[in-house]
């Protein structure tokens, strides 16, 4: 069964940093496109940043210049790095992959962490 589980999230006042950590566990052949996604209280999920298996990468332009990800192939883990922090980045940020696993080879699925609170408040 392959998981993913977001760490890093917390309380950080505003132009802090935080660093989210999303680690992806199980039966892993291998793991194509990485994102962070997030939802802020009666808001719809957005995309905040995509990475593809070959390194390029998408930000939304309400993070652009403020976030950076990431990716340890060899710990099949993927971060967001977060300067700059606004109240308005207040929401649940979760890990998003494609993963091909050892079970299922050929067939590429979606995999979703459970999410991780990050509030940006004085």
């Known amino acids: 069964q392959v998981q993913l589980v977001e760490s890093g999230g917390g309380l950080v006042q505003p132009g802090g940093s935080l660093r989210l950590s999303c680690a992806a566990s199980?039966?892993?052949?291998?793991?194509?496109?990485t994102g962070w996604y997030r939802q802020a209280p009666g808001k719809q999920r957005e995309m905040v940043a995509v990475m593809s298996s070959g390194g390029s990468e998408n930000y939304d332009d309400s993070v652009k210049g403020r976030f950076t990800i990431s990716r340890d192939n060899a710990k099949n883990t993927v971060y967001l790095q977060m300067n700059n922090l606004k109240p308005e980045d207040t929401a649940v940020y979760y890990c998003?992959?494609?993963?091909?696993?050892?079970?299922?080879?050929?067939?590429?699925?979606?995999?979703w962490g459970k999410g991780t609170l990050v509030t940006v408040s004085s």
């Open positions: 998003y992959a494609i993963i091909e696993s050892m079970n299922m080879k050929g067939v590429r699925m979606n995999y």
């Open positions: 199980g039966r892993i052949f291998s793991i194509y496109t």
